[in-house]
């Protein structure tokens, strides 16, 4: 297939783009091939309301994963620096965990302290300072990154790269990394144009360093404008997202994952709802992130944070939440985690139903939806992969074999909800994978360990290495 560079689009189409990339946290690169995806699916299936993925309403949390790449940030010294700060922000909701060095200019513009607070880790500063190179040393900053960003890269600090200095903490540490470098140039728009940058840009792509814009738009300085703006901190997010996927498991797969119970309401005040907590299925959420893979989880009402690095839809009933899985659709896998009301009441009362005296009230109930069985049976637009949950109480494995026929599902992850084995609202659990293969009884474990597994098989089955 041909590849398409951003660069031969006209300006228009191009800051749409760019702007559409940054409202969704992605490169425009990564942006592009969602738009293609999403347009390959319309010809599959005609689901032409759905091409705008904007239209789910996102919610992405700031805190960085156990399992979340690793990141420093150098801030170099232009004005640009306080935009870092918020760059932390945007680099944590995507599960990363940020160590930052600040070059000596940079601390004109931003404190080591307030770095230090957003990041929950002093920030670095001087190469001869004994106490930091005794906890931690230049060579491991620079080995204990799966990434190293350099934004604002000021025009001194982009020289002193190409030149391979190494008389400052940044630099020594720029030297002495293998890890990949992204840098995001931040100057004044007649030091970007002169020769000198651009020849020490040439050197610093041809050495292999990813660069994120800079954009054009007014300076600083009073009267100045042009190319030389620090790219916008989510645009620099999605590039390293970008970098740091590559490789990853499930890079350049769309996962889709309900959660938590529904709430199905009576009237204003009452609702019937059930024990899930949505922690089996956040960690799943989590864990199909961390392993690069685009996320929506679907989510009933929890008392859970967001997962890292995942969209997040907000639903209370069962009909929400298939409006929202179909919505989020296409994708490579979906995973039904979410424990949905079987039936909700046929009327929905506009007021509080009073008390009255010997007259109690008889609630008539009707069927919602069955979200698996829809997805799991649909002939155009289906994900490769479909994977269902049992809940039950009793002959968990035989029901959950019974289950799977029933609905169309290529997997069901089976576990014992009874009251004794304190699934519901527990840490742990205890699960049978059963597919057209036969049965996995997997140990106790914790959630966590349940849903990395998971997705290690997920990865392992749409990579076409298992079952
Ligand atoms: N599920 C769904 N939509 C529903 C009901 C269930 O998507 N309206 C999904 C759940 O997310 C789970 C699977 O179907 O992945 C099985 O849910 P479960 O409650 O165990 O099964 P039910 O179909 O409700 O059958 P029963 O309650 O009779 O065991």
Not at 152 to 157: E, R
Not at 277 to 300: L, N
Not at 339 to 350: C, F, I, N, T
Not at 413 to 440: F, I, P
Request: proline residues 6%.
């Amino acid at each position: 297939m041909a590849s398409l560079t951003v660069r031969q689009l006209d300006d228009t189409l191009k800051k749409l783009l760019r702007l559409r990339a940054a409202r969704h946290g992605r490169s425009m690169e990564d942006e592009v091939r969602v738009i293609l995806r999403e347009a390959a699916a319309e010809t599959d299936h005609g689901a032409a309301d759905r091409f705008a993925p904007s239209a789910a309403p996102k919610h992405k949390t700031a805190t960085p994963s156990e399992d979340g790449p690793r990141i420093l940030l150098i801030i170099g010294g232009g004005i640009a620096a306080y935009k870092s700060l918020d760059l932390i922000r945007r680099l944590q909701e995507r599960g990363a965990r940020l160590r930052c060095i600040l070059t000596p200019a940079a601390q004109h513009f931003v404190t080591p302290l307030a770095v230090g607070a957003l990041t929950g880790e002093r920030a670095f500063i001087d190469l001869f300072d004994p106490q930091s190179e005794f906890d931690v040393g230049h060579i491991r900053l620079a080995r204990d990154a799966d990434l190293i960003v350099v934004a604002p890269a000021t025009a001194d600090l982009l020289a002193k790269m190409a030149g391979g200095h190494a008389d400052d903490l940044a630099t020594a540490v720029l030297l002495a990394t293998d890890q990949p470098i992204l840098i995001a140039p931040a100057m004044n728009p007649r030091m970007w144009a002169a020769k000198a940058t651009a020849r020490n840009l040439a050197q610093l792509t041809a050495d292999g360093v990813r660069v994120v814009g800079p954009n054009a738009g007014e300076m600083a300085e009073p009267g100045e404008a042009g190319l030389g703006r620090m790219a916008e901190p989510l645009e620099i997010a999605a590039a390293a997202e970008s970098i740091l996927r590559r490789g990853a498991a499930l890079a350049g797969k769309r996962i889709i994952v309900t959660s938590g119970p529904t709430h199905e309401p009576i009237d204003p005040v009452r609702y019937i709802a059930n024990r899930s907590s949505g922690k089996q299925g956040h960690a799943i959420a989590a864990a199909a992130a961390a392993a690069g893979a685009d996320v929506v989880v679907v989510s009933g009402p929890v008392n859970l944070p967001d997962p890292p690095g995942v969209d997040v839809v907000k639903v209370e009933t069962a009909r929400q939440m298939f409006d929202a899985v179909e919505a989020a659709l296409p994708a490579d896998a979906a995973v039904f985690a979410a424990a949905v009301a079987d039936w909700r009441s046929e009327s929905e009362s506009a007021s509080k139903i009073k008390k009255q005296p010997e007259r109690t009230p008889t609630l008539k109930l009707t069927e919602n939806p069955d979200i698996l069985s829809s997805v799991a049976h649909r002939t155009s637009g289906r994900p490769r992969l479909v994977v269902g949950f049992a809940a039950e109480t009793d002959d968990v494995i035989a029901n959950a074999r019974a289950k799977r026929m029933k609905k169309g599902c290529d997997w069901i992850v089976a576990n014992d909800v009874s009251a004794e084995s304190g699934v519901m609202g527990g840490d742990m659990n205890t699960v049978h994978l059963v597919t057209a293969s036969g049965v996995e009884s997997w140990p106790p474990q914790a959630k966590d360990q349940v849903a990395r597994r998971l997705i290690e098989c997920i990865a392992a089955t749409l990579d076409g290495t298992k079952r």
